[in-house]
């Protein structure tokens, strides 16, 4: 009998020390979700310098469906290395940072005139080959386009 009040109770314990733990990791998530979900203010300048705009385009994944053009146009490669054009929808669309730090593995090149821009990602010994065409349109930076002919 005195076995079975011990088991019990160690199992009593353990219960309780899991739930503690999972409530606590549940606090943890929600913490995390509510920092992760935290508005980050755009300022009205955003677009003034193409650099001010791309920071924010790379940190905020909101703004940066807002500032897509959907359907986006796409230039690829398929499996036979053929070019090919597709439209992006908003659903399939993957969030894009670009790493402005010099890299081991690619070239980064922005070019920015009044009212285009293009950024040039290029491998460095590894296939990688993408373009991603931005317009301001009515005073916004937008992506208009990407072309991926990385192998």
Not at 76 to 83: A, F, I, K, V
Not at 127 to 149: R, V
Request: glycine share 2%; with cysteine; charged share 30%.
């Amino acid at each position: 009998m005195k076995n079975i009040l011990l088991i019990i109770s160690l199992s009593l314990a353990v219960f309780l020390y899991s739930c503690n733990k999972n409530s606590n990791q549940s606090k943890v998530n929600e913490q995390q979700k509510t920092e992760s979900k935290q508005i980050i203010k755009i300022p009205e300048n955003v677009d003034d310098t193409f650099e001010t705009f791309l920071s924010y385009f790379n940190e905020n994944m909101e703004f940066q469906l807002d500032r897509v053009q959907f359907p986006l146009q796409a230039e690829m490669l398929d499996g036979d290395y053929e070019n090919i054009q597709v439209l992006i929808e908003k659903k399939d669309y993957q969030h894009s940072i670009f790493k402005l730090k010099k890299n081991e593995e690619y070239n980064l090149e922005i070019s920015v005139e009044v009212n285009k821009s293009i950024i040039e990602i290029r491998g460095i010994d590894n296939g990688i080959m993408a373009d991603y065409e931005f317009d301001k349109i009515d005073n916004k930076w937008i992506l208009i386009k990407i072309t991926d002919l990385s192998t």
